[in-house]
């Protein structure tokens, strides 16, 4: 017959390369890492949810711990006509069972620019900080002027 | 023809690096997944927790008139309840918030104000507010009175409470109400603390200004 006498067939028929294989592999690799992503969402969600929880009580006692200051006046007028910083108290929240997210809490005291002669409007701005992430909390206050 | 088909080691790297692969896809798999249970059976008490926190910033925030511990556990106060089903219990009822250490539940009973004419002084209402809670404790916080020039002459004897510093007894002689009241309690092997502020205002002089 005529093909068996040609040399070269026509279709010439090549095996796979490793390099080929590597592709394939990584092309099935990418088609399942969607599958894994919806998860990864779902955990940082849930323990986004988490720390909104569990921060909001914190967010309260470092407030209260604020106000024990403004109570005890550790601010002058002057300084509160500023800006005022400082820390509080830092607070673990819990992310998992053995897992802790330690977060640093710092406030700054706004005063209004409204002058008034009986009182006074602050604002009260929370940030807890850890790593990247960070919450702020707003809180306005009234202080009186006594006298 | 020589038909090149694959070498040994060519299978074996690949089968090593698909293995590898495979391995570390199901590791986070299961790592998430893990994870994800364990999250959920945590958020359960903490949303408990949550909910039973923005009810009692609710209802402390708005005592009135007396507050006073009657026993290390049973926090006695009036708060302004507002409108309700119940016009007994509306306004501003007596409310206990107290937990029995065998049964470690929290709860709430209101009764009506004293001073409206009721026959029978039985609870009206109480609720359950949290389940497996142990050791619960109530601290309050009476701030500085640091410019008090005057002293009423009728209210000389009235026991006062200590300033600026956290005390864990209010007796009903006070007759003052706290700035703060923390309460502190144990769940599931962990503490909690909660500072309820109820909307006390900080004075300065008005020398300073």
């Keep these: 017959m005529i093909w068996r006498r040609c040399k070269r067939p026509l279709i010439q028929k090549r095996s796979y390369l490793l390099f080929e294989l590597l592709i394939a ?8 890492i969607p599958l894994l992503k919806p998860h990864f969402v779902m955990r940082n969600q849930a323990i986004e949810k988490l720390i909104r929880i569990q921060l909001e009580p914190c967010a309260q006692h470092a ?13 002058s007028w002057e300084e509160l006509d500023k800006e005022v910083t400082g820390s509080c108290a830092d607070v673990k929240i819990k992310i998992g069972k053995e897992r802790f997210l330690p977060f640093l809490c710092s406030y700054t005291i706004n005063k209004e620019r409204k002058k008034s002669k009986t009182s006074e409007l602050l604002e009260i701005t929370l940030l807890f900080t850890s790593g990247e992430k960070s919450y702020s909390y707003s809180y306005p206050l009234f202080m009186t002027r006594e006298g | ?19 590898l692969l495979l391995s570390t896809l199901f590791y986070w798999y299961f790592s998430l997944s893990t994870q994800q249970k364990e999250l959920q059976l945590l958020q359960i008490p903490l949303q408990e927790e949550e909910a039973l926190y923005r009810r009692l910033n609710q209802i402390l925030p708005t005592i009135q008139h007396c507050c006073y511990l009657r026993d290390p556990q049973h926090l006695v106060f009036f708060f302004d309840r507002g409108v309700c089903d119940e016009p007994l219990l509306a306004g501003t009822p007596l409310g206990c918030l107290y937990s029995i250490p065998k049964e470690n539940k929290l709860y709430l009973t209101l009764w009506p104000k004293p001073d409206t004419e009721v026959l029978h002084r039985e609870p009206q209402e109480t609720y359950l507010l949290l389940e497996n809670i142990s050791q619960v404790a109530f601290s309050f916080y009476y701030p500085l009175q640091a410019d008090r020039l005057t002293v009423d002459p009728e209210k000389i004897r009235d026991p006062l409470p200590r300033e600026g510093v956290w ?25 909690v603390e909660w500072i309820f502020d109820l909307g006390t205002t900080p004075t300065y002089p008005k020398a300073v200004v």
Aim: aromatic share 10%; proline share 3%.
């Design chain 1, 63 to 75: 407030l209260c711990e604020v106000k024990q200051r403004l109570h005890e006046r550790r601010y």
């Design chain 2, 1 to 19: 023809m020589k038909k090149k088909s694959f070498t040994l080691i060519e299978v074996l790297i690949s089968l090593g690096l698909l293995t």
């Design chain 1, 25 to 32: 592999m990584t092309l099935v690799m990418g088609a399942l």
């Design chain 2, 167 to 191: 005390q864990e007894e209010w007796p009903l002689d006070y007759k003052k109400l706290p700035a703060f009241i923390k309460m502190k309690f144990e769940r599931e092997a962990r503490a």
